[in-house]
């Protein structure tokens, strides 16, 4: 029964902590289909004969609907592109553009919300709407302000009367915006608290002796997985309970934006896993935790390997202490370099039909893209569970006790 | 464009290496299988976490190659 007084805890302080994010209900939904679809596979296998004309019709539908959202974009695409420029379709811009973070969030066709911009400059704080940057013909524009702002290149500069940029009023400017990656995020904050709210509110009412029902059941494997995979392998059955808030934090929050980056419309589709500074802050946060709870010992095999010649401790220890800031890099590289890598590869299959010029490219490339969407299910929750299985292994080998130190002890006596 | 093909030669060099090194590992998790199917599961989850070791390095050339492109 250890184990639910545990969930018990970090769903409190979860509730408590504003640290608390999210939780997707994608994998969910996904695993429920699953089940769905499993009973019901028997039945379907015994109707071998029309199983190839069921998969010929659904890719028929596939593709007959496919190609209509797609013409519809070209068309609006090329609109687009005529205005604001003439020439060719740019596949790395359009893909730089959508996998990049924003002002505006699009929703649909030609409706974006524009999200707000809080800028802090010497003459104080100042918010305003993202569309005062763009004109009635969507073209950049330059808001006045305090100072007169334009975006060069994503990036809020202040400019002087002759619309160039001022560099030295530009370093400044501090911008604190609401960006689309902060929106996701929000977003994501908002779905973990809820699903995690509910859980808790129900251990709270029924108590932890009865069996889970309706969202508990669906958080308490995911929990369980968390200690009895990671958590305990890594750091230890004595020592883990302290880091699982920690590392449930990071699971749920890896997890949760990994599945809404994966979400082609509205209230997902922002890349915010794919973003370095996000990963940044999780690196951060792991480094600080992981040298917090370090021991003497690993300090020790850090500066001084114990069991080396003097001569070789020397050459090890800056090799170490390069280990130290390496491990949350890697970290860091590793979960923007995979949802990046995810989103790019699904965005160059839909340019394609772009390059083409044609709809029945997306009768490939749709398919395409179609499985390597499946793929990228399997990678976001795989990259969540390979920074919290490595977030783990860390804070296990800074916390770890050496037998040879006990051994040393036994000498003594 | 030289830049551009240079990175795709990066990229493409990148893609060989972590091929060979993912190959290895399924091999070995096959193998390991193979010999004692009891232990499967715990092959398979070591195995997808060293492919994904393997798949990270191969990223990192991407981002690199795609950072020399633009």
New interface residues.
């Given amino acids: 029964m250890e184990y639910k007084t545990l969930i018990f805890k970090f769903l409190e302080s979860i509730q408590i902590s504003t640290f608390a994010y999210n939780f997707s209900l994608n994998l969910f939904k996904f695993k429920g289909i699953i089940t769905i679809f499993a009973p019901n596979f028997e039945i379907f296998m015994a109707l071998k004969p029309i199983k190839s004309l069921l998969a010929l019709c659904l890719s028929l539908l596939l593709l007959s609907s496919s190609t209509k959202v797609w013409a519809n974009e070209t068309v609006a695409a090329t609109k687009e592109h005529a205005n604001a420029e003439e020439g060719a379709f740019n596949v790395?811009e359009t893909i730089?553009d959508h996998i990049k973070d924003d002002h505006s969030w699009h929703i649909w066709g030609h409706t974006s919300l524009h999200l707000p911009v809080i800028l802090y400059t010497s003459k104080g704080v100042e918010v305003f709407s993202s569309s005062k940057f763009l004109d009635e013909h969507h073209a950049p524009a330059i808001y006045k302000g305090n100072f007169d702002y334009k975006i060069v290149e994503g990036k809020t500069k202040i400019v002087n009367t002759a619309g160039e940029v001022d560099k030295e009023a530009s370093k400044q400017l501090w911008d604190f915006s609401i960006t689309k990656n902060v929106a996701s995020l929000f977003v994501s904050v908002f779905i973990m608290l809820t699903v995690l709210l509910t859980a808790a509110g129900a251990y709270k009412k029924t108590g932890i002796k009865s069996a889970p029902k309706g969202v508990q059941s669906l958080m308490e494997p995911i929990v369980l997985f968390v200690r009895d995979?990671v958590a305990i392998p890594n750091i230890g059955a004595k020592r883990h309970g302290k880091y699982m808030p920690f590392l449930l934090t990071i699971f749920f929050l890896v997890l949760t934006n990994n599945f809404l980056g994966l979400v082609p419309f509205f209230p997902g589709g922002a890349n915010v896993s794919g973003n370095i500074a996000f990963t940044m802050t999780l690196a951060v946060c792991v480094f600080i935790v992981v040298n917090l709870s370090a021991n003497k010992s690993y300090w020790e095999h850090i500066f001084w390997m114990p069991g080396m010649h003097w001569s070789m401790k020397l050459f090890l220890a800056p090799i170490e202490l390069i280990g130290v800031f390496t491990k949350p890099i890697?970290l860091m590289?590793?979960l923007?370099?995979?949802i990046?890598?995810g989103h790019?590869l699904v965005l160059s299959l839909i340019c394609l039909i772009f390059i083409f010029k044609t709809v029945f490219a997306s009768a490939i490339a749709v398919p395409f893209a179609v499985f390597i969407g499946m793929i990228e299910l399997l990678v976001a929750f795989?990259?969540a569970y390979?920074f919290t299985?490595l977030s783990a292994m860390y804070i296990g080998m800074a916390t770890e006790e050496h037998a040879h130190d006990e051994h040393k002890e036994l000498a003594h006596h | 464009m030289v830049v551009g093909s240079v990175a795709a030669i990066g990229a493409g060099l990148a893609a060989i290496g972590a091929g060979i090194g993912i190959g290895q590992i399924g091999k070995g998790a096959v193998e390991g299988i193979a010999r004692q199917p009891e232990a499967a599961n715990e092959i398979r989850s070591n195995m997808i976490v060293a492919a994904a070791f393997v798949e990270a390095v191969a990223l990192f050339a991407v981002v690199v190659a795609l950072l020399g492109n633009g």
């Fill in positions: 790395t730089l995979e890697s590289i590793r923007f370099a995979n990046t890598a790019i795989l990259q390979i299985m």
